[in-house]
Every structure is written in C-alpha cells, then in structure tokens.
C-alpha cells in the first residue's frame, strides 16, 4: 500500500509560480509511475503531467506544456509539479497518484492516490 501526502497548494495571482510537492511512504522503484492530476468543480479529472521512475520520462498535457515541470527525488521519495505563469483556468485541487502503466494518462489506469492540494489562481 502506498500513500501519498500533497503539499504547495495555495492562492496565487495569474502568472505567478507555485510549487507542489507529493511525498510517498515507499520508494518508487523503476516500475512505478507518478502522475499529477487536477479536478476543477463540475469537471472530470483531468491528466496534467507524469514521470516515471527509473528513466524519469516526463509527459505533459498540452493545457500545461512549457509552463509545467515535474520532476523526482528519489532519495526523498518525492515529485514535485513546479508551475510557472499560472492561469485562472488551472484553478482545481491538485493530486498524485502512483501506478505501472508507463504513459498512463487516464485516473482508472492509477492505483493509489493522494488527498488533494487545492490551487486557486486569481486574476
């Protein structure tokens, strides 16, 4: 079983920085990969980047791509999502969430998950 604690979320302005960070009970070994998810009120949940654990393969949507970073430390059991230039529309409550499927990009496809981080940007 692994667990997962997000951290970072906050209220910012449009087009500043915020760093959230998922902090795991275990160590993410090379089959595992973490995902960042977000979930606005009224919408699905949607993909938003991803890394995995050996080679640290990133992937990004499109919504976050050039503005988004993820990124690991594996000594710290942790990945963080660095966002840079924030719009309002990124506003939702941020999570992690751990799986196998390299690639995966859908939440069904993930098997643990943490408790959301809200992210509320103000223009």
């Known amino acids: 079983q692994v667990q997962l604690v997000e951290s970072g979320g906050g209220l910012v302005l449009a087009g500043d920085s915020l760093r959230l960070s998922c902090a795991a009970s275990?160590?993410?070994?090379?089959?595992?990969?973490t995902g960042w998810f977000r979930q606005a009120p009224g919408k699905e949940r949607e993909f938003v980047a991803s890394?995995?654990?050996?080679?640290?393969?990133?992937y990004y949507s499109g919504s976050v791509k050039g503005r988004f970073s993820i990124s690991r430390d594996n000594a710290k059991n942790t990945v963080d999502l660095q966002m840079n230039s924030v719009k309002p529309e990124d506003t939702a409550v941020y999570y992690c969430?751990?799986?196998?499927?390299?690639?995966?990009?859908?939440?069904?496809?993930?098997?643990?998950w943490g408790q959301g981080t809200q992210v509320t940007v103000s223009s």
């Open positions: 969430a751990v799986g196998s499927r390299v690639g995966a990009q859908v939440p069904a496809e993930y098997d643990y």
């Open positions: 275990e160590h993410a070994s090379s089959t595992t990969y």
């Open positions: 890394i995995t654990g050996g080679w640290s393969r990133r």
